[in-house]
């Protein structure tokens, strides 16, 4: 954070603030000195309480009316006294206390020269105020110290925090030199200052408090504060466009509205003062004054907070990856002693019917070999997916059976209970893989991003600080900005809540402007009511890239989806999916698992963990089938290294000068089973090598690539996939056409 003025012992401290007691206590309220002054004093402490007293009694003195001074005069060394030796309480019980003498203080101050009941009724109305007042004073300066935020929206605070602004402004506008008032410049600069920082609400908020305090101070300015309104008002709509713009809308706004009213000599007046308050806005280092006024923006000051949270995360990570090995474990113990033996069918069957059977003896035991063979023959006959009839008995026990048509109906209805509990079971085996899998791959996915934090990674508080505020002059509420620098590059991640007032090139021009540094487009993802906005300092690489496609029928959809993103680290993605099948339902299927994809990559989880992820999500997605082929080429723009995962995806090509590789497609499709079959092949591509990635409707060539590849001399990428798109359909077998998607790629510097 940027050194604050008093931080340290400055010789300019003591002269600051006895110019501004001076300044305070020429002011005056309604005809009356300010109370002000006093309030001054009461907010100070030790030698700066001195200085303060030191500058309003020869403030007081400058008025020429001793008589009115003297009592004023005495008042503040009296509350001067008490503050250096008896008053040195903080928080709350210290500013009621120090409120409470600025209040009496001004209040016998003024009581003691009444004359009539309006002078009694004033004379509390600004003891009141220099109470209200010094208790806002003192509440602001502790935040500062403590680098909180002044203001948190309570009516608490902004209630005091108002009538301080609006009768600061009245006595201001008094005080005169020339053509110009204090009071008018004082209101415009403020006003300038919170739309520049609070944008709308703080704009409009402070420029009507300080119209109110115009009129109040001055009935002749009554017009002027309605100008000055509507100046306030136009500068916090531009004021996400810079100060410039502000500066000028505030003016023009101003000046324009105060000639409709009426073009005198005060209002020639007020629009001299809009315009030093202009120039004194715009010459003022905003950046630095306030940085304290509104700290809400966080900053990652270094590598060990990060390397704190990086070790939380693999905590989390080990914690997740026990309790997918105890899932494994309970299940291999339920699997052990699960009871698949089917002759447990009969058997059951049998003990239930031929207990009480007088033939019991001689079934189940002289011919006991004769009857276990007939029912394994039962067994045989369900699993022909029969059903038992008192026909299928066999032997001397057909004969003899009494119960046949009753021990038919048991068996029946044991084996159907036998069935429906293994497929339940398998049905619950299978949604336990997809658990243990899913927990696995949470626990890959806290561990990978464990080891991004724990990387050597520079943090800058200083240019987090100046995105944060940058952030929140674009809309953004309570924005939270790391820039970082990974092997030379500046990384900006920021989280913040509402809209972006401003378009991404825009922001991106910002950015530039602000840290002077080259920046790629930022990327700005909205989750919820938050806003993760991510950029990258330009890289050595750029993407040219056009894509093609034909459905298998020119009047159903194109069952395959093509989709690029960023992840804010300087990757790029290309990303095809080819759905079961065609049409629309393989559609739904491809776009499903190109969305979810994106959203993991954007997001900053790494290729392979989000395809897993993704893999268990299409097994779970419906009660059919729902899978689709993957094919993902992955760039770094900083170096040009390029990787290829490819689950069931078709072939890519790789041209490289005069020549074109054919790198080929290798596993399963995702969303066929919980193990994942994907294959990696990594490169490196320089400038003007192109990739042609193609789905399995495309049935292509190298040698006739190199030939297409030889008559595109001008580099024409559309004219180029639409080529081979179109030479793909035409070498397809009648009866055999597929949807066809062809993307191409090429690296440009």
């Known amino acids: 954070m940027e050194k604050e003025l008093f931080s340290k012992p400055n010789y300019f401290k003591y002269p600051i603030i006895i110019f501004c007691g001076l300044g305070l206590a020429l002011a005056s309220l309604m005809g009356k000195i300010s109370p002000f002054g006093t309030v001054f004093i009461s907010c100070m402490n030790g030698t700066d309480c001195l200085s303060a007293f030191a500058g309003t009694a020869l403030g007081y003195l400058l008025r020429g009316d001793f008589v009115a001074a003297v009592p004023t005069v005495a008042a503040g060394a009296a509350i001067c006294v008490i503050r250096i030796f008896f008053v040195r309480s903080k928080g709350v019980a210290g500013r009621l206390v120090s409120g409470g003498l600025a209040g009496a203080a001004v209040l016998l101050t003024n009581i003691i020269t009444v004359s009539g009941a309006s002078d009694i009724f004033l004379s509390f109305a600004f003891g009141l105020i220099a109470a209200i007042s010094s208790y806002t004073f003192l509440g602001i300066a502790e935040k500062l110290k403590k680098e909180e935020k002044i203001f948190s929206g309570k009516n608490s605070e ?18 005169s030199f020339g053509i110009f008032n204090l009071g008018e410049i004082i209101s415009g600069t403020i006003t300038l200052a919170a739309a520049y920082r609070f944008r709308l609400s703080g704009g409009v908020s402070v420029g009507v408090l300080c119209a109110l305090g115009m009129a109040i101070g001055s009935g002749t300015f009554v017009y ?9 008002l ?69 590598g060990l907070s990060a390397e704190i949270f990086a070790g939380r995360l693999e905590l989390v990570g080990n914690t997740v990856g026990e309790l997918r090995y105890a899932v494994e474990k309970t299940a291999e113990t339920l699997d052990s002693t699960a009871n698949n033996d089917l002759s447990n069918i009969y058997n059951s069957a049998c003990d239930n019917i031929c207990k009480n059977c007088r033939f019991n003896m001689k079934c189940w035991g002289e011919e006991y070999n004769d009857s276990v063979r007939m029912m394994n023959g039962f067994i045989k006959i369900l699993r022909r997916g029969e059903k038992l009839t008192s026909d299928n008995f066999t032997g001397a026990i057909s004969a003899r059976c009494e119960k046949k048509e009753r021990l038919c109906e048991c068996i029946n209805k044991k084996y159907d ?70 092997d030379g590059n500046m990384i900006i991640e920021a989280y913040g809540e509402g809209e972006l007032a401003c378009t991404a090139e825009e922001l991106g021009d910002m950015l530039i402007e602000l840290l002077q540094k080259e920046f790629d487009l930022p990327c700005v993802l909205e989750f919820g009511k938050r806003v993760r906005i991510t950029a990258f300092q330009r890289a050595e690489y750029g993407i040219k890239s056009a894509s093609c496609q034909y459905s298998r029928r020119k009047e159903s959809a194109n069952g395959d989806f093509l989709t690029a ?128 990635m193609t ?38 077998e009648k009866g055999r056409e597929d949807d066809i998607s062809i993307v191409a790629l090429q690296l440009k510097k």
């Not at 969305?595 to 990559?601: N, S």
Request: proline content about 2%; charged content about 20%.
């Open 158 to 175: 902004l209630l005091p925090a108002g009538v301080t602004l609006i009768f600061i402004t009245a006595s201001f506008t008094d005080l």
């Open 224 to 232: 002027a504060a309605l100008a000055f309104s509507a100046g306030a």
């Open 234 to 302: 136009t500068a916090s709509l531009t004021a996400s466009k810079g100060r410039v713009p502000m500066a000028a809308a505030f003016l023009l706004s101003s000046a324009f509205l105060g000639a409709l009213l009426g073009m005198d000599r005060t209002m020639l007046s007020f629009i001299a003062d809009m315009l030093v308050a202009s120039v004194i806005f715009m010459a003022l280092p905003l950046n630095k004054i306030m940085t304290g006024i509104r700290p809400r923006v966080s900053a990652v000051s270094d």
């Open 417 to 486: 209970d036998f069935v429906s509990v293994g497929q339940m079971n398998r049905r619950v085996k299978e949604m336990r893989n997809v658990l243990t899998k899913q927990l696995d791959n949470t626990e890959r996915l806290f561990n990978s991003i464990a080891e991004e934090f724990g990387k050597d990674v520079t943090y800058s508080t200083e240019s987090s600080l100046k995105v944060g505020r940058l952030l929140e002059r674009c809309g953004l509420v309570s924005p939270r900005a790391a820039v970082k620098t990974v």
């Open 565 to 692: 993103c960023v992840d804010g680290k300087g990757n790029y993605y290309s990303i095809i999916s080819d759905g079961m099948g065609s049409g629309t339902r393989a559609r739904i299927d491809s776009a499903f698992a190109c969305g979810l994809l994106t959203k993991f990559l954007e997001s900053g989880v790494g290729v392979e963990a989000s395809i897993e992820m993704l893999n268990t999500a299409l097994m779970v997605k419906s009660s059919d089938e729902s899978f689709a082929t993957l094919d993902v080429c992955q760039v770094d723009l900083y170096t040009g290294k390029t990787t290829l995962y490819k689950a069931g995806g078709a072939d890519t090509f790789v041209r490289s000068g005069k020549k074109v590789t054919r790198i080929k497609g290798s596993g399963l499709p995702v969303g066929v089973n919980g193990t994942l079959s994907l294959s990696a092949q990594s490169f490196t591509a320089g400038e003007d090598d192109v990739i042609i």
């Open 695 to 732: 789905t399995d409707g495309a049935d292509l060539s190298e040698q006739w690539l190199e030939q297409a590849f030889l008559k595109d001399s001008c580099g024409n990428m559309e004219e180029l996939v639409k080529t081979v798109a179109g030479a793909a359909r035409f070498n397809c």
